[in-house]
């Protein structure tokens, strides 16, 4: 009901209830005037009794709210005398009453969330409008976003974390896991096979042979021109010595590969074993790594490349929610669908979703309803006296109104048995 409403019934009730005081006053009169002769002495004792039980009935209703007649007779205008301890009772009332932990659990218990969850979800158009409500949430939160300030805490979250992670111990740890085994030797033999057929290809037998005899030429120019004034062709010989080169290289990767002891293979052992070794316990060669690492956080383009991240982000959430297609509108429809599904068919997790938000109430109950308690305590003492004295009387006034009517009538009906018993007396 609104407050307009409740004002116009209250109103009304108290007209009705004045009403039955002016009647029996009335008949009270009526009675006098015919001297309480025969059945008038009734009605002057009904009406006499009503009218001191509406008396004192009004009294009692408007002692309750304010002074009556503005005189300050004591002990009334009761509510707005005594709002703190109005304020404490209706908070632990409530407290106690309604927001008990046994209470709130039982509650929970009967209302079994998880299944209801599980068939609101069920329904294609729950599915679809939390899917437009997570879509509007989500360009609600863009337009509220400050991206200054974003991109600023994604860049010193990013800078104090890997500022914080020992990047020489990590790359020691994983290369000493690849190269567990002899593992590392695999890449060796890939980069001699490779190297191997490298060299065997005639272009670049040509490219060394053309190379090696501009070099000669360039470093030794002289012993060239010798070569060419005892007869001797300066290309071919070069010709000749970068295939011989080529067959010499060839054979040393070919040993190195088909010998697992080979001195090269040990030796490459030992390196990569030195090297991992320094990364996990050098505190040098850590501190090095550890300063480099900085200078590469400190550089500008790291933050440029984590605004064009955040930028980026931003441009194609701003453009899928705007779509009638929203992929991110599709998403929650088809993620609520496969949450509903597999509510309905396990009871499991029903059963585990039910005992998890008991679980969380039990926890939160004592302070929640401490919480509320408080909160119902302070509104009521903050409260003005008008303000409190109008809000309550228009919630309940009405109905105390049929005090007032109650009054008038059983005060006349007592009259009239009192009237009985001193007739037959």
Do not use: C
Request: glycine share 6%; hydrophobic share 50%.
């Amino acid at each position: 009901m609104e407050t307009q409403d409740k004002a116009v019934a209250l109103k009304r009730m108290k007209w009705f209830a004045f009403a039955l005081l002016i009647a029996a006053g009335a008949l009270f009169a009526l009675a006098k005037s015919r001297h309480d002769e025969g059945i008038w002495a009734w009605v002057s004792s009904f009406a006499e009794a009503a009218m001191v039980g509406a008396l004192a009935d009004w009294f009692a209703v408007v002692a309750l709210f304010r002074h009556p007649l503005g005189v300050p007779i004591p002990h009334t205008a009761i509510l707005p005398a005594n709002k703190a301890r109005v304020g404490d009772n209706l908070a632990a009332f409530v407290r106690d009453r309604f927001l008990g932990t046994d209470a709130l659990v039982a509650r929970v218990n009967a209302f079994d969330p998880a299944s209801r969850l599980s068939l609101w979800l069920a329904e294609p158009k729950n599915a679809e409008l939390l899917g437009k409500k997570a879509v509007t949430a989500v360009g609600q939160l863009l337009s509220f976003a400050d991206d200054d300030r974003i991109k600023t805490m994604l860049h010193d979250t990013l800078r104090r974390r890997a500022d914080q992670f020992d990047l020489a111990g990590a790359a020691g740890g994983v290369l000493a896991s690849l190269t567990s085994d002899r593992r590392h030797q695999l890449l060796l033999d890939e980069g001699l096979a490779q190297m191997a057929a490298w060299l065997d290809k005639p272009e670049v037998q040509e490219m060394l042979a053309a190379r090696i005899v501009a070099v000669a030429g360039e470093e030794y120019p002289k012993l060239v021109g010798m070569l060419g004034f005892v007869g001797l062709n300066a290309e071919d010989l070069g010709s000749k010595f970068a295939a011989g080169l080529v067959r010499g290289a060839n054979q040393w990767l070919h040993d190195v590969s088909s010998d697992p002891e080979h001195e090269r293979r040990l030796a490459f052992d030992a390196a990569v074993a030195r090297f991992v070794e320094r990364l996990r316990t050098d505190p040098a060669f850590k501190a090095r790594i550890d300063e480099h690492k900085r200078e590469w956080l400190e550089r500008p383009e790291l933050r440029d490349y984590v605004n064009g991240l955040w930028d980026e982000f931003v441009a194609w959430l701003d453009a899928d929610i705007r779509r009638p297609d929203s992929a991110l509108h599709m998403k929650v429809v088809a993620m609520a669908g496969g949450f509903a599904s597999a509510l309905g068919n396990d009871p499991a997790l029903r059963d585990s979703i039910n005992e998890h938000m008991r679980d969380a109430l039990k926890a939160l109950a004592p302070e929640l309803r401490d919480g509320i308690a408080k909160h119902i305590a302070a509104t009521v003492k903050q409260w003005d006296d008008a303000t409190l004295v109008r809000d309550v009387e228009l919630n309940i006034g009405r109905d105390l109104q049929f005090i007032r009517v109650n009054g008038t009538l059983v005060g006349g009906a007592v009259g009239i048995l009192i009237h009985a018993v001193t007739a037959l007396l």
